[in-house]
């Protein structure tokens, strides 16, 4: 029997599924974020094939007979020069995993599991990226570009956001218009802060590399306590206000064929880790 497999690849977790030819689902099968930005692609290839091998285990599948074909869904995998690396890597590195690749960036495949006719998706993860497929396969994007020049309304951005205010208000710099005590207290046991420096090391590490996904997580500690902190509240409006925008944006490239809304677009797919 065939089988063929499909990755969905974010910044913190990823899954694979495994199907039959019928499309019958036989495993699944969860692993870390392949997101080569900001884990590198040696190790993103690791962790795609070790996903392959515990969902084959799952199946009952041969470790050593490839799967028909392995679609790669990830996130940050834009450019076509990442594409063909992966690809290779895969295939030179991990022959047994799969026979043929295609690989695309993680809204391409969010869009192509509700829609055969495009859409729009927006992402909101640990970073965050929208796109819109027009049904003539012509396409348009807004954000996706990192926590350094966008992501807003990700977690990223909802967790920078609300520290930027907190240190903000301490310095005088800019007051926060709600009392910032809670959001403080969370932020000092998250990120176990004796003082206001202390959160210096966790902005630039001096032995190992950004870690975004830990900045990412502090979001989960907001969450808690969004119900009844007003500044919370606050944040994740301006998050969802900014999430919007990145709809307003690409809807501007909509085919338009007729003069009514019936082709705007036909499927607004919304993504939230």
């Not at 599924?17 to 590198?40: C, F, K, P, Y």
């Not at 240190?167 to 926060?176: E, R």
């Not at 210096?200 to 119900?227: I, N, Q, R, S």
């Amino acid at each position: 029997m065939d089988y063929y497999g499909g990755v969905e690849g974010g910044a913190s977790s990823s899954n694979i599924v495994i199907v039959t030819a019928n499309g019958e689902i036989v495993s699944r099968a969860d692993g870390l974020g392949t997101n080569h930005w900001l884990d590198g692609m040696d190790v993103c290839l690791q962790r795609i094939n070790d996903m392959v091998v515990e969902a084959k285990k799952k199946a009952n599948i041969p470790l050593d007979i490839p799967l028909k074909g392995l679609g790669l869904s990830l996130s940050g995998a834009e450019k076509k020069e990442a594409q063909v690396a992966f690809v290779t890597g895969m295939k030179e590195k991990y022959s047994s995993a799969s026979e043929v690749y295609h690989i695309c960036t993680d809204t391409y495949g969010s869009i192509a599991t509700v829609s055969e006719t495009g859409g729009v998706v927006l992402i909101s993860g640990t970073g965050s990226n929208c796109r819109l497929v027009n049904p003539d396969g012509s396409s348009h994007g807004c954000g996706g570009w990192g926590h350094m020049l966008g992501d807003e309304g990700s977690a990223y951005w909802i967790a920078q956001k609300a520290i930027k205010i907190v240190y903000d208000h301490m310095d005088g710099l800019q007051p926060s218009p709600h009392d910032v005590t809670v959001v403080q207290d969370k932020m000092n046991s998250y990120f176990k802060l004796s003082e206001p420096f202390d959160i210096l090391p966790y902005l630039y590490p001096k032995d190992e590399k950004f870690d975004k996904k830990f900045m990412a997580g502090f979001t989960k500690y907001l969450v808690e306590t969004a119900k009844d902190d007003p500044l919370c509240q606050k944040v994740f409006h301006l998050a969802g206000y900014d999430l919007g925008r990145h709809i307003a944006a690409v809807v501007s490239k909509a085919d338009k064929v007729r003069d009514d809304l019936s082709l705007l677009p036909q499927q607004i797919l919304c993504v939230y880790v």
